[in-house]
């Protein structure tokens, strides 16, 4: 079945909605997926497969893309990995650690040999770079996939001459974009709804109490954001581990302690910001001096969320404006009980240009 016959299949049954502009973008899923179908020639004296052009889909958040990406990855018989961009560039962290600690001179050598010989397709989810060390391992990386003929397919929400933006020595990493839009067939995915939006349309987005009818109510949410998938995120930052205990497709689930109940800043939350889309952040509890250094914390997670156009879901002791009632801050934490009325507003984190 060809990715456009998959497509029509699920918008028969109701699964999908009939989108012209996720239509626009089929023809190079059955393009790659037709390629990728002839097997690659194997034997002693092998030579990389003839390189299929991938593609970069990028466009504002809860357009399709990853349900797109999703798709073609079912449909497309070959061998082949899909990985969330932040949980891959991890996995490529421990394996060139590894690769050093055994002596090897170029540690990426063998990271590229390992995704060769396992993969034809690689399916990156939600590509940005904010880490000057990812900046600066990713074009390597990506130029001994494509010489060995593994072509991939990736999902962001900005465009390649956006990533890395405004970033330290930014001028280093500008050839692998040149090297992306010469590999990679770039569309950007243009609809006008939001269906992750779309979903959230006329549910409560802020619980109070955080009691078990508010971690009912909050788990129904996370199980129709992310059909129940429920794997972990790591962002690497200066050095530091954020870990989302739970993450799929841009919606993280994190409580208040695992986020401001550790030694986290400005930048950590920044960082976290940049990678996702929904943030469900449970058990806010009541603040003031007994907790002020968590409370500061969570201001600035909630400027950070704020600033990023993030839509915060989270259950808490109090409405915004009881949360912090007396101590120092108090009076500080007024715009952030405003912060958190308006982001409990219906659309509110739609952001055309992100």
């Known amino acids: 079945m060809s990715v456009s016959d998959a497509y029509d299949a699920a918008v028969r049954d109701g699964t999908l909605n009939d989108d012209p502009a996720q239509r626009a973008v089929l023809p190079e899923l059955d393009r790659i997926a037709a390629a990728l179908a002839v097997p690659a020639k194997r034997g002693l004296?092998?030579?990389a497969p003839d390189p299929v052009p991938g593609l970069y889909m990028w466009g504002g958040v809860g357009r399709g893309k990853s349900m797109l990406m999703d798709l073609a990855y079912a449909q497309i018989d070959a061998p082949k990995l899909r990985r969330h961009f932040h949980a891959f560039m991890q996995w490529v962290h421990g394996e060139i650690a590894q690769?050093?600690?055994?002596?090897?001179?170029?540690?990426i050598k063998p990271v590229v040999a390992t995704l060769v010989d396992q993969t034809r397709?690689?399916?990156f989810d939600e590509m940005q770079i904010t880490d000057i060390t990812d900046a600066m391992i990713v074009g390597r990386l990506f130029e001994g996939l494509f010489a060995a003929g593994v072509t991939i397919i990736t999902t962001s929400?900005?465009?390649?001459?956006?990533?890395?933006k405004d970033g330290l020595n930014r001028q280093l990493?500008?050839?692998f974009i040149d090297l992306l839009k010469t590999r990679l067939v770039v569309h950007e995915l243009a609809a006008e709804t939001d269906y992750r939006q779309g979903r959230l349309a006329g549910t409560p987005t802020y619980f109070t109490p955080a009691d078990a009818a508010a971690r009912s109510a909050i788990a129904k949410v996370w199980e129709d954001l992310t059909q129940g998938a429920d794997n972990p995120l790591t962002l690497h930052v200066k050095g530091r581990e954020v870990v989302l205990p739970g993450y799929h497709n841009g919606v993280a689930r994190a409580s208040f302690f695992d986020l401001c109940g550790r030694p986290l800043g400005?930048?950590?939350?920044l960082a976290l910001a940049d990678a996702v889309r929904v943030l469900i952040l449970e058990d806010i509890p009541s603040l003031g001096r007994d907790n002020f250094n968590e409370a500061k914390r969570f201001v600035t997670l909630i400027d950070a969320l704020y600033e990023g156009r993030v839509r915060l879901i989270c259950s808490a002791a109090a409405a915004p404006e009881f949360l912090y009632r007396e101590g120092e801050g108090s009076f500080e934490f007024?715009?952030?009980a405003s912060r958190l009325r308006e982001m409990q507003s219906d659309g509110w984190g739609e952001n055309p240009a992100a």
């Open 45 to 47: 004296f092998r030579r």
């Open 99 to 107: 690769a050093r600690r055994q002596g090897v001179d170029d540690a």
């Open 121 to 123: 397709l690689l399916c």
């Open 157 to 164: 929400n900005r465009p390649p001459d956006d990533l890395y």
């Open 173 to 175: 990493f500008v050839p």
């Open 266 to 269: 400005a930048a950590d939350y």
């Open 334 to 336: 007024e715009r952030t």
